[in-house]
């Protein structure tokens, strides 16, 4: 009982003797006279900031900050923030970071910055004496040989949370380059400028280069660097995500940031090096702009470094970025006009060049440019850089003057078969982008007045449907059609052929069965030269699944671009004796009809392109390029007229060959990797001829696809 009564009276005496509440005020002066102090008082002018007690002062003005505001209502300003704004305390601590003194003060006062901006919630940088001395300590970030990169780029991003919350602020922050300063975080010149050589002048081999690329590449996506580059990045996406018009003009018109990204994509792009493997550029996967160079140190080599340091700003500039930085189209489009000016040029040159090497890796990186880029507006300012704007018909005769179009396509006939595969596959990544005048520009624009078909003298015409038209008939009626059943896409060719040959009647007059079509295609190449009957698993309908399913993306690509499904009709005015199909088709036929004498890759590539041309649901395309039985006028030549043309070669060819098929079906068994390598003369003609028949069955599948659809 004792022992009870004696802490209860401790207890007591500790109550009735406490201190009073400490003033917020004078406890705030009292740490803030603290810090100035120790200037006053100190001699030892290399001691660090963190054995001082600076940080603990910095700590508990803030913490006095924090709770004054939250005993404040929405409206006031308590004392000590009233005594902070005053007595201009962040431009003296500003003044203290920039001097370093003492050493390390800088790291304080980011932080002192960072803390105040996230926990005091009302709006802060539209006071003149806070956005001031951000600006300065702005100024500070980003610079050479800096030890707070941490610091700095989550200060910035500070920054850029309080400007997305109020975009009114943007106004203030912009005053000085915040994005420059978020650029520089991401990308630091700690090894000064670089040389803008093209891949053309850099001598292979030459180890400077090399070496300092490399250090600039571990300098900058290091694991070191890594978190410091996305939060940069993450700053300006949310800069840039601005959702009001007046933020995203004046960051895309009163900052660097355009000029920056487009100079920094020159700069990483001339720093690559002229041994670079088209076929690594191509098959180098897309990467996400945040996700660290992790791959192991065989894979960090010289060139491989280099290229992923590139695909990664190539990405992030004008595709990544375009998706993301803005939801108004003032950013991307400056971005993409400033990019075809400045980095196009540099390509130009690439591409124009003589040397063979220099074209072939020009054009796979921008092959590899292509295919990443996903924005609209990129999309459209880049094709029309590489294509043009014109929209006339072509002339057989006519000077090209759109000079990169005309270096590209004359590139797809190119003496190197490298080059001509390359630059393939680029105008294939052109044609899947959702740009309809891309493929206006390379084929619709001398195909719209139908001018390849013979002009009906009495002026009636052929205005049918591309797909199934409305017409009366019990055998047209799809539903009772045995042809087109639920099991349509396990069909063989030969039940494909039987049924339609069974069930289906001609049309009237000038109306193409689909299924004479599908037909004539098959039934293109001889007997003696198809081994699909040879080989399991080759037969038509494998081709039929995968037309399905690229027909259904490419109408869903074309969706909005409001095609019409009948044919237009041709015009009596317009002579058909000035029919050119164009440079670009002109291309693809005169490669088709060497199908028997090129490289097996090349033949691959031009088929594609073809096929992807041929899936298009526009009228006058499937016309020309999937309809044998058009009227076609003198000179004029379509896809069929060609492949036609190609088997009449063959089958004088295949006399001159003893045991014709056996060779074919061995190359083609060597080619699905299921015979070994042996010395079977004629290869090329061999697999000329197996392309020939693969692509026969593809054209012929596109087009049951697209009538069934």
Same mark, same amino acid.
Not at 296 to 304: A, L, M, R, V
Not at 422 to 442: A, S
Not at 636 to 651: K, T
């Given at each position: 009982?004792? &022992?009870?009564?004696?802490?209860?009276?401790?207890?007591?005496?500790?109550?009735?003797?406490?201190?009073?509440?400490?003033?917020?005020?004078?406890?705030?002066?009292?740490?803030?006279?603290?810090?100035?102090?120790?200037?006053?008082?100190?001699?030892?002018?290399?001691?660090?900031?963190?054995?001082?007690?600076?940080?603990?002062?910095?700590?508990?003005?803030?913490?006095?900050?924090?709770?004054?505001?939250?005993? +404040?209502?929405?409206?006031?300003?308590?004392?000590?923030?009233?005594?902070?704004?005053? =007595?201009?305390?962040?431009?003296?601590?500003?003044?203290?970071?920039?001097?370093?003194?003492?050493?390390?003060?800088? =790291?304080?006062?980011?932080?002192?910055?960072?803390?105040?901006?996230?926990?005091?919630?009302?709006?802060?940088?539209?006071?003149?004496?806070?956005?001031?001395?951000?600006?300065?300590?702005?100024?500070?970030?980003?610079?050479?040989?800096?030890?707070?990169?941490?610091?700095?780029?989550?200060?910035?991003?500070?920054?850029?949370?309080?400007?997305?919350?109020?975009?009114?602020?943007?106004?203030?922050?912009?005053?000085?380059?915040?994005?420059?300063?978020?650029?520089?975080?991401?990308?630091?010149?700690?090894?000064?400028?670089?040389?803008?050589?093209?891949?053309?002048?850099?001598?292979?081999?030459?180890?400077?280069?090399?070496?300092?690329?490399?250090?600039?590449?571990?300098?900058?996506?290091?694991?070191?660097?890594?978190?410091?580059?996305?939060?940069?990045?993450?700053?300006?996406?949310?800069?840039?995500?601005?959702?009001?018009?007046?933020?995203?003009?004046?960051?895309?018109?009163?900052?660097?940031?355009? +000029?920056?990204?487009?100079?920094?994509?020159?700069?990483?792009?001339?720093?690559?090096?002229?041994?670079?493997?088209?076929?690594?550029?191509?098959?180098?996967?897309?990467?996400?702009?945040?996700?660290?160079?992790?791959?192991?140190?065989?894979?960090?080599?010289?060139?491989? &470094?280099?290229?992923?340091?590139?695909?990664?700003?190539?990405?992030?500039?004008?595709?990544?970025?375009?998706?993301?930085?803005?939801?108004?189209?003032?950013?991307?489009?400056?971005?993409?006009?400033?990019?075809?000016?400045?980095?196009?040029?540099?390509?130009?040159?690439?591409?124009?060049?003589?040397?063979?090497?220099?074209?072939?890796?020009?054009?796979?990186?921008?092959?590899?440019?292509?295919?990443?880029?996903?924005?609209?507006?990129?999309? #459209?300012?880049?094709?029309?850089?590489?294509?043009?704007?014109?929209?006339?018909?072509?002339?057989?005769?006519?000077?090209?003057?759109?000079?990169?179009?005309?270096?590209?396509?004359?590139?797809?006939?190119?003496?190197?078969?490298?080059?001509?595969?390359?630059?393939?596959?680029?105008?294939?990544?052109?044609?899947?982008?959702?740009?309809?005048?891309?493929?206006?520009?390379?084929?619709?624009?001398?195909?719209?007045?139908?001018?390849?078909?013979?002009?009906?003298?009495?002026?009636?015409?052929?205005?049918?449907?591309?797909?199934?038209?409305?017409?009366?008939?019990?055998?047209?009626?799809?539903?009772?059609?045995?042809?087109?059943?639920?099991?349509?896409?396990?069909?063989?060719?030969?039940?494909?052929?039987?049924?339609?040959?069974?069930?289906?009647?001609?049309?009237?007059?000038?109306?193409?069965?689909?299924?004479?079509?599908?037909?004539?295609?098959?039934?293109?190449?001889?007997?003696?030269?198809?081994?699909?009957?040879?080989?399991?698993?080759?037969?038509?309908?494998?081709?039929? =699944?995968?037309?399905?399913?690229?027909?259904?993306?490419?109408?869903?690509?074309?969706?909005?671009?409001?095609?019409?499904?009948?044919?237009?009709?041709?015009?009596?005015?317009?002579?058909?004796?000035?029919?050119?199909?164009?440079?670009?088709?002109?291309?693809?036929?005169?490669?088709?009809?060497?199908?028997?004498?090129?490289?097996?890759?090349?033949?691959?590539?031009?088929?594609?392109?073809?096929?992807?041309?041929?899936?298009?649901?526009?009228?006058?395309?499937?016309?020309?390029?999937?309809?044998?039985?058009?009227?076609?006028?003198?000179?004029?030549?379509?896809?069929?007229?060609?492949?036609?043309?190609?088997?009449?070669?063959? &089958?004088?060819?295949?006399?001159?060959?003893?045991?014709?098929? #056996?060779?074919?079906?061995?190359?083609?068994? +060597?080619?699905?990797?299921?015979?070994?390598?042996?010395?079977?003369?004629?290869?090329?003609?061999?697999?000329?001829?197996?392309?020939?028949?693969?692509?026969?069955?593809?054209?012929?599948?596109?087009?049951?696809?697209?009538?069934?659809?």
């Amino acid at each position: 009982m004792d &022992m009870f009564s004696k802490l209860t009276n401790l207890f007591q005496q500790a109550l009735e003797t406490r201190e009073p509440s400490v003033n917020l005020l004078d406890s705030f002066v009292e740490h803030w006279k603290g810090i100035t102090n120790y200037y006053i008082e100190t001699t030892d002018e290399t001691r660090p900031v963190k054995q001082t007690d600076i940080p603990w002062r910095l700590k508990q003005m803030l913490d006095i900050l924090v709770y004054e505001e939250g005993q +404040q209502g929405p409206e006031e300003t308590g004392p000590c923030m009233e005594y902070l704004l005053q =007595h201009k305390l962040l431009e003296t601590l500003c003044t203290l970071g920039k001097a370093q003194y003492p050493p390390g003060m800088n =790291h304080q006062v980011l932080v002192f910055f960072s803390k105040i901006l996230v926990q005091i919630q009302k709006p802060m940088l539209h006071i003149i004496n806070v956005y001031r001395p951000v600006q300065k300590l702005v100024r500070l970030c980003g610079l050479l040989g800096s030890q707070t990169e941490k610091e700095e780029v989550h200060f910035l991003f500070v920054i850029c949370t309080r400007v997305k919350q109020d975009p009114y602020v943007l106004n203030y922050i912009l005053e000085v380059s915040l994005t420059d300063r978020l650029f520089l975080c991401y990308f630091p010149s700690q090894h000064g400028p670089h040389p803008r050589l093209s891949p053309l002048e850099q001598k292979p081999g030459e180890f400077e280069i090399k070496h300092e690329i490399i250090n600039c590449s571990q300098t900058c996506l290091g694991l070191q660097k890594c978190r410091v580059a996305r939060k940069a990045c993450e700053s300006l996406l949310l800069l840039a995500s601005l959702p009001e018009e007046e933020a995203a003009e004046c960051l895309a018109e009163s900052t660097p940031l355009c +000029q920056l990204l487009v100079e920094r994509l020159c700069e990483l792009y001339s720093q690559l090096p002229a041994m670079l493997d088209p076929t690594e550029i191509h098959s180098f996967p897309q990467i996400n702009w945040s996700d660290p160079f992790t791959q192991d140190e065989e894979s960090q080599s010289f060139p491989g &470094m280099a290229l992923y340091i590139f695909s990664q700003w190539d990405m992030l500039c004008p595709g990544y970025w375009m998706d993301h930085l803005t939801k108004c189209l003032l950013v991307p489009c400056s971005l993409a006009n400033l990019q075809s000016e400045t980095y196009g040029l540099i390509l130009i040159i690439g591409l124009c060049s003589r040397s063979e090497m220099g074209v072939l890796v020009n054009t796979a990186l921008l092959c590899c440019m292509v295919r990443n880029v996903q924005s609209p507006a990129l999309v #459209e300012e880049l094709v029309l850089f590489l294509l043009g704007r014109d929209t006339q018909s072509e002339l057989c005769l006519d000077t090209e003057t759109h000079v990169l179009r005309y270096h590209l396509i004359e590139h797809c006939d190119h003496i190197s078969d490298e080059i001509s595969i390359t630059t393939l596959r680029l105008f294939e990544e052109l044609l899947k982008k959702p740009y309809r005048d891309t493929l206006f520009n390379l084929a619709l624009r001398n195909l719209e007045n139908r001018c390849y078909v013979t002009h009906t003298p009495g002026g009636v015409e052929d205005n049918r449907h591309f797909t199934d038209p409305d017409h009366d008939g019990e055998n047209d009626e799809l539903e009772e059609d045995p042809f087109f059943t639920e099991d349509e896409f396990n069909s063989s060719e030969e039940q494909l052929l039987s049924r339609s040959q069974l069930t289906r009647e001609p049309r009237c007059s000038g109306q193409t069965q689909a299924v004479e079509i599908v037909n004539s295609f098959l039934c293109l190449v001889p007997q003696e030269a198809k081994t699909s009957q040879h080989v399991q698993g080759a037969g038509y309908d494998t081709y039929v =699944h995968d037309a399905n399913k690229q027909f259904k993306e490419c109408t869903a690509l074309t969706q909005a671009w409001d095609w019409s499904e009948v044919l237009k009709p041709t015009e009596s005015a317009i002579s058909s004796s000035d029919f050119f199909e164009g440079h670009f088709l002109k291309i693809l036929f005169d490669r088709i009809g060497r199908i028997l004498e090129q490289p097996y890759e090349l033949n691959l590539q031009v088929t594609s392109v073809l096929s992807r041309l041929a899936l298009f649901p526009h009228p006058q395309l499937h016309e020309y390029l999937l309809d044998p039985y058009i009227s076609l006028v003198p000179g004029a030549r379509s896809l069929f007229s060609v492949l036609i043309r190609v088997i009449g070669e063959l &089958m004088q060819r295949i006399q001159l060959i003893p045991n014709f098929t #056996e060779k074919l079906v061995h190359v083609r068994r +060597q080619l699905m990797g299921l015979d070994g390598e042996t010395g079977v003369d004629h290869v090329t003609l061999l697999q000329g001829v197996i392309v020939l028949e693969e692509f026969c069955k593809e054209l012929a599948a596109i087009a049951f696809v697209k009538w069934h659809s």
